[in-house]
């Protein structure tokens, strides 16, 4: 896949997620006319924990269209949920999945560039978002994660763009083989290897393969999926 559009563009500000009204920018709602990308992100979107949101690293996140029909079939009481926006995403993609997508890839869309850094490490807040208190788990589990870009080049959009491939150096490295690595062939030590090697990844996330490598065990996911008592 070369090319993707994105029929919705979303933004959120900060507001109480739950019922202990936990500080998050995940409800993000549809901009109608043109927006602007920066290093930081979309300029009047606002994330509601900077430590674990947003940064150069997660400027802008992206969910692919086809993943909702997924998930109504999976989790059928929770069906009508499963819409744009859903996922606190920004860009509503269409025409590509976490399959098409590779750590590294170039995309011109608009006048903006973007850069694939990762994909989404999804954190408990999904469990209040969706009433669910397995939801983070299961967005782990598929590995439909969306995935995050970094801005190279700041510049506008508008919902019903096109984004086309400038450049794609990992083409083995698509989010979906990312995930199944570190989720579920978790100690294969070539491809963590690899994966630790390759230029542009996010530090986070080379230290979590370099450790693997080093201690042959997986990490502790709890604190992040699990929702705080």
């Known amino acids: 896949m070369t090319e993707f559009s994105i029929p919705e563009v979303r933004i959120g500000q900060v507001r109480p997620l739950g019922i202990k009204g936990v500080p998050s920018g995940i409800d993000k709602r549809p901009v109608l006319g043109s927006v602007i990308a920066r290093e930081s992100g979309l300029v009047g979107d606002e994330q509601g924990d900077r430590r674990h949101h947003g940064g150069p690293d ?4 992206a969910y692919a269209v086809s993943n909702y029909s997924l998930w109504a079939t999976d989790l059928p009481e929770s069906a009508t949920m499963f819409r ?11 025409g590509v999945s976490e399959a098409d997508i590779c750590l ?21 807040k999904l469990n ?13 589990i598929t590995g439909r994660t969306g995935w995050y870009f970094r801005v190279l080049e700041a510049g506008g959009f508008r919902p019903g763009d096109v984004a086309a491939l400038v450049l794609r150096p990992h ?23 690899e994966l630790a090697s390759l230029p542009g990844l ?10 693997r490598l080093s201690n042959r065990v997986t990490e502790d996911w709890s604190r992040r999926i699990e929702t705080p008592d």
């Not at 926006?85 to 269409?94: C, H, I, P, S, T």
Request: with cysteine.
């Open 128 to 140: 209040l978002r969706f009433g669910r208190p397995d939801m983070a788990r299961q967005v782990q």
């Open 202 to 211: 996010p530090e986070s996330w080379r230290r979590v393969a370099e450790a």
């Open 58 to 61: 997660k400027a802008i996140h």
């Open 171 to 193: 083409p083995n490295w698509t989010i979906a083989r990312v995930a199944h690595l570190l989720y579920h062939d978790r100690l294969n030590m070539p491809d963590l290897a």
């Open 104 to 124: 590294g890839d170039q995309w011109r869309l608009g006048t903006a560039l973007l850069e694939v850094s990762q994909g989404r490490q999804p954190c408990w």
């Open 84 to 94: 744009p926006g859903a996922f606190g995403e920004n860009l509503v993609v269409k």
